[in-house]
């Protein structure tokens, strides 16, 4: 019967793993668990491009020197006739042409076309009729340019994720099924809407790349493009087009579209079947599962997942077969994890609840334990048991342990101490005498050093008190309790953990009104350094509340609440007046300062708080133009056309609007151009390390650049150092907000700094 046992188990162990690995056969279920490991397949085989493949970037360097936007078909018109006489094989955008520009600009482009023999393929896709319709619509080049080019589909097919993993090899728009911009330049056919995996192991960095404008300018060599497939397309931050790919990262779709011309110049890569890793993974499963000891379990577990991934990779690699892993990855883990819990299990049945080292019971004797009545739970942490491990050997640290437990027995309800963590004994108070007169007897007890073969040993205590049912809350709250009472250098200190009035009282968001008419809400100011001034010349509002009893609760509890109950614009308009009042007072004493405050994406286009705030502005001696609105970038890209609309009501009654977090959504410099912007501010993420980081120092440069030249200011927010200031400073940033300059602070500590600051820049 006992050689029976194992047998049964490993059984158990591996019908349950496969079963659970058929589960992960599931796209729905397995597919998001696929799309995790993909970078990892990526990374471990790196290969570099074909360079039969060159693209043509519009780049930043490319936007400064034609300096318009949209830009004049002139230039694409100088660009293929460049590429053309310099050999190139074909000439392949990935720009839009579906609408007319000038008549001028049309015609010299259409004639370019036409000398170049057809080799030139323009872009055809379908787009969404309007928000709120589902009818698609085919956007094709205008018919001038059609009759002397070939059409090809620049379609992505983003994963459920967002993230842009395989292509199609083609696409139907207008009727007529039509080759994607990768199967057309690597020669290859299939069937409409047929997707293959990009294999993203090829390095994007060494597909060969020329500057649009140098293209234009003829700065380049013939023969670097002579006999290439060309593609052309944006690069450029500002201009969009990017998308998230696996192991790359965010990369403009130009480059997604040569990665996927390259993946088919190889070969076609094929689908394979799932369930071919699961067996192969349950074959593997039986050798882990007869190793019984600890380090065969580790050698054949490493082994197993080892050679499975050689095996899928030469899969990928070498015949060209790209199987999803999950499952069979699943399967093994599952079998590990089976094995794991099996010997866990039988080492437990040999373990009784004690403490090793000093046999005392251990947590997990005390969580056991059941109160049917609240009783006090005392956790005594001891201070200095590090210094006491270094002086005694084990043994006698266990016996200076045991003493101090013994003296502890003395105050417990039932005589039982419990060694629940390294440095924490716990045990329960007596319930027949006051807690404080129970923490002085325990107080006067501890005092005393213990004897530990002769030697005289002081034990440096701090005691934590909870009062509840639960066993194992007791003691986390107790245990918490000590570590504040240790930090506020007291003996002992009870805890106050109410953890379900406090969730009822944040999820009912009761308190904020009454905080409120309290003055419990405040406004801090973080100031805004003007870089050519080195005066503070605005400051941004936030909001902070100080609860009498639960103390400080931070923004990032309360704001998202308050906008999911409704009181966002109640909490809005109270920022709103205490900033005008207090606008009202540093502008009487010659303080000229323009305040941001943040307007909620819930509150944009409500006409109810957009009546509010005319009403507030018109009872308000502060004129409208030191306020400044900060809304988010996201925000304003959820409900376009009512975002501006709104945006411009605000501009119209003279408060400034500014875009926050910028650099972390979706907005295009075309959009920013149709926003009645007075300012940018930079998001801390691209700002922090732009001084050391090239990507962050090209981002925030062309930002600069580029709001200046549509008559923007620029804040950078995140500084933090004097470093990044320079950075800013050096590239004519307007304002600068962080740390290094500020912390957020109350009015009258701003006012003083702002004096300061006066002081210095005079």
Same mark, same amino acid.
């Given at each position: 019967?006992?050689? @029976? ?5 490993? /059984? ?30 990526f ?21 400064? /020197? ?10 694409y ?27 001028? #600009? ?54 459920v ?5 395989s ?28 997707? =293959? ?11 060969? @790349? ?20 060309i ?5 450029? %931050? ?20 040569a ?83 099996r010997? %866990? ?12 080292? +000093? ?31 270094a002086?005694?050997?084990p ?65 440096? +205590? ?41 969730? @009822? ?8 009104? #009454? ?11 973080q100031?805004?350094l003007?870089l ?69 994406a ?5 006409k ?9 502005l ?30 411009r ?36 993420? =691209? ?9 962050? /120092? ?5 930002t ?20 990044c200031?320079? =950075? ?24 003083? =700094? ?9």
């Amino acid at each position: 019967m006992m050689a @029976r046992r194992p047998r049964r188990s490993s /059984a158990i162990i591996l019908l349950v793993a496969a079963l659970c690995g058929s589960i992960l056969l599931v796209p729905a279920i397995g597919g998001p668990i696929d799309r995790i490991i993909d970078p990892v397949r990526f990374a471990v085989h790196h290969r570099s491009a074909s360079k039969t493949t060159v693209v043509v970037e519009m780049d930043a360097a490319s936007v400064a /020197a034609i300096r318009s936007w949209p830009w004049p078909r002139r230039h694409y018109a100088q660009v293929i006739d460049a590429l053309h006489h310099a050999g190139a094989a074909t000439i392949v955008f990935d720009v839009d042409f579906s609408s007319r520009s000038t008549v001028v #600009d049309d015609r010299l482009m259409a004639d370019a076309l036409a000398r170049a023999g057809g080799s030139v393929v323009l872009p055809t896709f379908a787009q969404r009729a309007g928000e709120n319709d589902g009818r698609s619509l085919d956007a094709l080049p205008i018919p001038e340019f059609r009759p002397n080019v070939t059409l090809a589909s620049v379609s992505m097919a983003p994963d459920v994720d967002g993230i842009v993993r395989s292509m199609p090899m083609a696409t139907i728009t207008a009727g007529v099924p039509r080759p994607t911009l990768s199967a057309y330049v690597a020669s290859r056919s299939g069937q409409a809407d047929q997707t =293959f995996p990009i294999d993203l192991s090829i390095d994007p960095a060494t597909i060969p @790349r020329l500057s649009f404008a140098s293209v234009m300018q003829g700065h380049f060599d013939p023969a670097a493009v002579r006999g290439k497939n060309i593609l052309i397309g944006t690069t450029a %931050i500002e201009m969009g087009d990017r998308y998230a790919v696996p192991l790359w990262g965010v990369l403009p779709g130009v480059i997604i579209q040569a990665l996927a011309a390259e993946t088919l110049i190889v070969g076609v890569p094929q689908q394979g079947n799932a369930v071919i890793p699961l067996l192969a993974a349950l074959l593997l499963g039986v050798a882990i599962l007869w190793r019984r000891h600890t380090l065969g379990l580790i050698l054949s577990t490493t082994g197993a997942i080892v050679a499975f991934h050689v095996a899928v990779l030469a899969a990928q690699y070498a015949l060209w077969i790209d199987y999803p892993i999950a499952s069979g990855l699943g399967t093994i883990c599952l079998v590990v994890a089976g094995c794991v819990t099996r010997d %866990i299990v039988r080492r437990f049945r040999m373990q009784s609840q004690t403490d090793e080292t +000093t046999l005392l019971p251990n947590r997990s004797a005390f969580t056991r334990r059941s109160f049917a009545q609240p009783v006090d739970v005392a956790v005594v942490k001891i201070d200095n048991l590090d210094a006491i491990a270094a002086v005694l050997g084990p043994q006698e640290l266990a016996n200076a342990l045991i003493r101090t437990a013994e003296r502890l027995k003395l105050a417990s309800v039932d005589h039982q101490v419990y060694r629940v963590r390294g440095h924490h004994l716990a045990y329960v108070v007596a319930a027949d005498q006051q807690l404080d007169d129970a923490m002085a007897g325990l107080r006067a007890i501890l005092r005393q050093p213990v004897e530990v073969n002769g030697r005289r040993i002081d034990v440096l +205590t701090s005691v934590g008190v909870a009062h509840g049912t639960d066993p194992a809350t007791l003691l986390t709250d107790a245990a918490l309790a000590a570590e504040q009472a240790q930090a506020a250098n007291t003996f002992w200190r009870q805890s106050v953990a109410n953890h379900g009035k406090l969730e @009822r009282s944040l999820s009912l968001m009761s308190d904020l009104e #009454d905080a409120m008419a309290a003055g419990h809400i405040e406004v801090f100011y973080q100031p805004k350094l003007s870089l050519s001034t080195n005066r503070v010349t605005s400051v941004e509002a936030l909001v902070r509340w100080r609860d009498p009893e639960r103390g400080f609760i931070g923004p990032d509890q309360f704001i998202p609440m308050a906008e999911q109950t409704g009181r966002i614009q109640a909490l809005t308009l109270h920022i709103l007046a205490i900033v005008l009042n207090d606008a009202s007072h540093w502008r009487s004493l010659g303080y000229p300062m323009t305040a941001g405050i943040n307007i909620s994406a819930t509150l944009l286009t409500s006409k109810a708080f957009n009546d509010e705030v005319e009403a507030l502005l018109a009872r308000s001696s502060v004129p409208a133009g030191d306020l400044i609105f900060e809304v988010t970038e996201s925000a304003a890209m959820d409900d376009q056309e009512a975002a501006i609309v709104a945006l411009r009501r605000y501009r119209d009654l003279g408060v400034a609007v500014s875009m926050d977090d910028y650099g972390t959504g979706q907005s295009t410099l075309s959009y920013i151009q149709l926003l009645p912007l007075s300012e940018l501010k930079i998001d801390r993420s =691209f700002v922090q390390f732009a001084h050391q980081n090239a990507s962050d /120092a090209i981002l925030v440069q062309s930002t600069i650049d580029l709001a200046h030249r549509l008559g923007i200011k620029v804040v950078a927010e995140g500084i933090e150092d004097e470093a990044c200031l320079e =950075f800013l400073r050096a590239n004519h940033c307007d304002l600068a907000q962080g740390y290094h300059i500020s912390r957020p602070v109350p009015v009258a500590d701003l006012l003083r =700094f702002v004096g300061d600051v006066r002081g210095m820049a005079a």
